[in-house]
């Protein structure tokens, strides 16, 4: 089996400093690993008691098709493993948080599973599954709006509130993320590769040390703003939040986000992100915001 750890440092200008959200490998993320490999394990031998043992009480499984499957209904309908575990499935293991939240991805091909593991006072325990076997977009284009699509939500309101100074603080981070200013590559992290039903390369996400140059509107050109939030739940791990979002594109289909956000030294970057497409969903249309206004 081959295990690929990636180790990420923040450089400071006269020293090294410390970061938070750390992806280099420690007991705890081991401990992780042991636990990831002994879920697959009672999987494959049908061992329902350990499986249930493993899973946290919030547990949630997002299915190739972007279906949200609760805890409960896991158990229920017997769901399996997506990506095997063959000598040729490639391993990654990201620890956040002094390993509070380890994010473990299987990939065998194109098929991708994410697990979120979290650490509870009875050790870890699965949070969430998000899977995804990667295809060709369906050849339909996104319909593009012929008037500006402003950013309200996310970038100003979203349909959730932040309870804890860690939710707040990287529900701040995401909205600078994407309120179109250039500060999206400033808080990517180093280990974020965003793997979408229709990735089919997957390739390191930009990141930058400061904000990037913003692309002046051509004449005729019409603004899109980021794809809102309709569904947000976090869990606050201190200097990490996990993350699952619902969220539609405009003139395409929702899809589920799953995330980690870490803290590095007051500022927060995304750490893992995975966009499951719902295959059900109908594309998401907007209207121009004079006929929304006076809706309201």
């Known amino acids: 089996m081959k295990r690929y750890i990636a180790v990420a440092f923040m450089l400071c200008v006269a020293s090294i400093g410390f970061v ?48 949200m499957w609760e805890r409960p209904d896991v158990l229920r309908a017997g769901l399996k493993p997506l990506v095997p575990m063959t000598a040729d499935t490639k391993i990654t293991e990201h620890g956040y948080a002094n390993g509070k939240v380890v994010w473990i991805q299987d990939n065998l091909g194109n098929k991708f599973a994410a697990h979120t593991w979290v650490m509870r006072p009875g050790g870890y325990r699965l949070l969430q599954t998000n899977e995804i076997a990667t295809r060709p977009p369906d050849g339909v284009p996104n319909e593009r709006a012929t008037y500006d699509i402003p950013c309200i939500n996310p970038c100003k309101e979203v349909p959730y509130k932040p309870i804890s100074a860690s939710e707040k603080a990287a529900l701040f981070a995401w909205q600078d993320q994407e309120g179109g200013a250039g500060m999206h590559d400033m808080h990517m992290g180093d280990n974020v590769v965003v793997i979408s039903s229709t990735t089919t390369t997957p390739r390191p996400s930009p990141t930058a040390t400061a904000p990037t140059p913003v692309t002046p509107r051509k004449p005729g050109q019409f603004i899109t703003g980021a794809a809102p939030a309709l569904w947000v739940r976090t869990w606050d791990f201190g200097d990490a939040v996990v993350a699952i979002m619902l969220q539609p594109t405009y003139g395409g289909k929702a899809y ?25 969903s109908p594309r998401m249309t907007a209207l121009p915001m004079n006929v929304q206004q006076s809706a309201n």
């Not at 589920?256 to 059900?280: C, D, L, P």
């Open 20 to 67: 938070a959200a750390q992806s280099k490998p420690a007991a705890t993320d081991d401990a992780a690993l042991k636990a990831d490999r002994a879920l697959a394990a009672a999987y494959e031998k049908g061992d329902n008691a350990a499986v249930n043992k493993l899973l946290d009480s919030d547990f949630t499984w997002i299915d190739t098709d972007g279906i």
């Open 256 to 280: 589920w986000s799953s995330r980690v956000y870490g803290n590095h030294n007051g500022f927060w970057k995304m750490e893992e992100s995975y966009h499951t497409t719902i295959q059900a």
